[in-house]
Protein backbone atom coordinates (compact mmCIF):
# COMPACT_ATOMS: atom_id res chain seq x y z
CA UNK A 1 0.00 0.00 0.00
CA UNK A 2 1.20 3.32 -0.79
CA UNK A 3 0.31 6.09 1.73
CA UNK A 4 1.15 9.84 0.55
CA UNK A 5 0.46 13.35 2.35
CA UNK A 6 -1.74 15.33 -0.09
CA UNK A 7 -3.16 18.78 0.99
CA UNK A 8 -6.39 20.50 -0.65
CA UNK A 9 -6.35 21.25 -4.11
CA UNK A 10 -3.25 18.55 -5.11
CA UNK A 11 -3.82 15.78 -7.10
CA UNK A 12 -2.09 12.41 -7.61
CA UNK A 13 -2.04 10.67 -10.66
CA UNK A 14 -2.74 6.77 -11.42
CA UNK A 15 -0.47 5.33 -14.42
CA UNK A 16 1.87 6.97 -16.83
CA UNK A 17 1.85 10.42 -16.35
CA UNK A 18 2.25 11.25 -19.98
CA UNK A 19 -1.15 9.09 -20.47
CA UNK A 20 -2.75 8.48 -16.71
CA UNK A 21 -5.76 6.60 -16.20
CA UNK A 22 -6.88 8.91 -14.02
CA UNK A 23 -6.32 11.73 -11.28
CA UNK A 24 -7.58 11.65 -7.51
CA UNK A 25 -7.65 15.39 -6.40
CA UNK A 26 -8.25 16.35 -2.83
CA UNK A 27 -11.69 18.10 -3.29
CA UNK A 28 -11.78 19.55 0.41
CA UNK A 29 -10.91 19.06 4.10
CA UNK A 30 -13.39 19.91 6.84
CA UNK A 31 -12.61 18.39 10.16
CA UNK A 32 -12.11 14.73 10.38
CA UNK A 33 -13.83 14.32 6.78
CA UNK A 34 -11.86 14.67 3.25
CA UNK A 35 -13.14 15.04 0.20
CA UNK A 36 -11.91 13.07 -3.11
CA UNK A 37 -12.81 14.08 -6.09
CA UNK A 38 -11.69 11.23 -8.88
CA UNK A 39 -11.37 11.67 -12.67
CA UNK A 40 -11.60 8.63 -15.08
CA UNK A 41 -12.32 7.37 -18.09
CA UNK A 42 -16.41 5.97 -17.99
CA UNK A 43 -15.34 2.64 -18.20
CA UNK A 44 -13.21 2.28 -14.94
CA UNK A 45 -15.03 1.74 -12.20
CA UNK A 46 -14.89 3.50 -9.06
CA UNK A 47 -16.82 2.38 -5.83
CA UNK A 48 -16.24 2.90 -2.16
CA UNK A 49 -15.48 -0.08 -0.40
CA UNK A 50 -18.81 -0.77 1.52
CA UNK A 51 -20.36 -0.63 -1.78
CA UNK A 52 -17.93 -2.80 -4.21
CA UNK A 53 -17.90 -5.60 -1.23
CA UNK A 54 -22.18 -5.22 -1.87
CA UNK A 55 -21.58 -6.00 -5.16
CA UNK A 56 -19.34 -9.14 -4.84
CA UNK A 57 -21.66 -10.37 -2.31
CA UNK A 58 -24.51 -10.27 -4.79
CA UNK A 59 -22.80 -11.80 -8.05
CA UNK A 60 -23.50 -15.39 -8.33
CA UNK A 61 -20.81 -17.86 -7.05
CA UNK A 62 -19.26 -19.81 -10.25
CA UNK A 63 -19.16 -23.67 -9.76
CA UNK A 64 -16.76 -25.22 -12.18
CA UNK A 65 -16.10 -24.09 -16.00
CA UNK A 66 -18.55 -23.70 -19.12
CA UNK A 67 -17.74 -25.57 -21.79
CA UNK A 68 -19.24 -25.51 -25.64
CA UNK A 69 -21.69 -28.45 -26.42
CA UNK A 70 -20.43 -30.41 -29.45
CA UNK A 71 -22.79 -29.87 -32.41
CA UNK A 72 -24.47 -33.25 -33.86
CA UNK A 73 -23.60 -33.72 -37.18
CA UNK A 74 -24.40 -36.78 -38.89
Same mark, same amino acid.
Given at each position: ?? %???R?EG?? @? %? !????S??IGV @? /? %?A? !???? =?? /?? +? $?? $? &?R? %?? @??? /?? @?A????S? =?? +?V???I? &?V +??A /??
Amino acid at each position: ML %VITRREGEE @V %V !IGDPSDPIGV @V /R %VAG !IKGD =RV /RL +A $FE $F &PRN %VE @VHR /RE @VAEQILSE =RP +AVVGEIK &PV +ASA /RG
